[in-house]
């Protein structure tokens, strides 16, 4: 009985405080852990900007939202992440658009594709899953600072405790792997919202940064893997016995997007066995991810490779 008390008592969707009047941007919002975010916060009347890539399949999850939530206020708008000119574009009309934004979730990524370049000629999961939220958190940031309670939530994964950065093949010209890659990314992802915090704290800014990792959980990122091992593993084998559903995976993200009170820095998991699953908790960042000269290099590489510059001032 105790047991299921407790379990009663962890922290879930219901729990979301009213987010009415409030402007939410998720990126990667037709799919997976991004539907599942965009479901939640229009579930508590949030107005949800829906970032996707392939605009069909953007109105299609907008319907399927609004099917179960009549009234759900939604714009779908498009955004290639790898892509930094659409990832301009796209910030360009929000600033057409709004006179200030609440939330920025950077949830969109991809994982281990054989090795490909972006638009602009980076490693396409790189440029995914850090450029494109590194370029798009600066150019949305003033926006952000005219907010209410504003925050930039970032989605690494378990998998940043086995990344680094290799700042002298970040492209893997000389050697690449499609998930030493991944990890690389997603590493990156850590290192930034952690230095995006202490700048804007340094900076005096009422943004906060937070990052947030789902565990294990089903979702299209792994069966779409093109890579056939990484896509026969993680999605077909491995992940019906082990890994949560998308909206139980959301979790974490919704915590950090939401939840009163937390002061900016914290990493948001898993409560679980090894952070695989279960309620939102704070978890520990990698020390490697907070380590401030790799923070420092991934910061000024960033800026020169997107050509934002975000006027913070370096953490002391």
Do not use: C
């Amino acid at each position: 009985m105790a047991d299921r008390q407790t379990q009663k008592q962890k922290w879930n969707a219901e729990r979301i405080q009213d987010q009415t009047g409030r402007v939410h941007v998720v990126t990667g919002a037709n799919s997976g852990l991004g539907l599942a975010t965009a479901r939640a916060l229009a579930r508590r009347g949030a107005r949800v900007v829906l970032a996707v890539r392939d605009e069909v399949k953007g109105r299609a999850a907008a319907a399927a939202i609004t099917a179960e939530q009549p009234g759900a206020r939604l714009d779908v708008r498009r955004v290639d992440l790898a892509d930094l000119d659409t990832v301009r574009a796209f910030a360009d009309r929000l600033h057409d658009e709004h006179d200030r934004l609440d939330v920025l979730v950077n949830n969109a990524g991809l994982m281990a594709p054989p090795r490909t370049l972006s638009a602009q000629g980076h490693e396409l999961q790189f440029a995914a899953n850090h450029l494109g939220h590194f370029a798009l958190t600066g150019l949305l940031l003033d926006l952000l600072a005219a907010g209410t309670d504003p925050r930039v939530v970032t989605v690494s994964s378990l998998n940043h405790r086995k990344g680094r950065i290799r700042f002298d093949d970040v492209d893997g010209a000389r050697g690449y792997s499609p998930m030493g890659f991944y990890d690389q990314s997603k590493f990156a992802n850590a290192v930034f919202g952690h230095q995006l915090h202490l700048r804007l704290t340094e900076a005096g800014s009422p943004v906060r940064s937070l990052l947030a990792h789902p565990g294990f959980t089903a979702t299209n990122l792994q069966t779409s893997a093109p890579v056939a091992l990484v896509r026969w593993v993680f999605g077909y084998l491995t992940g019906p016995l082990l890994a949560q559903r998308p909206d139980r995976g959301a979790l974490p993200q919704l915590y950090a997007a939401t939840e009163p009170g937390l002061s900016g820095g914290e990493f948001i998991g898993p409560d679980g066995r090894g952070e695989l699953r279960g309620a939102p908790t704070r978890v520990p960042l990698a020390d490697t991810a907070a380590d401030a000269e790799t923070g420092r290099r991934l910061w000024d590489l960033s800026e020169r490779l997107t050509g934002v510059r975000y006027g913070l001032p370096a953490a002391a």
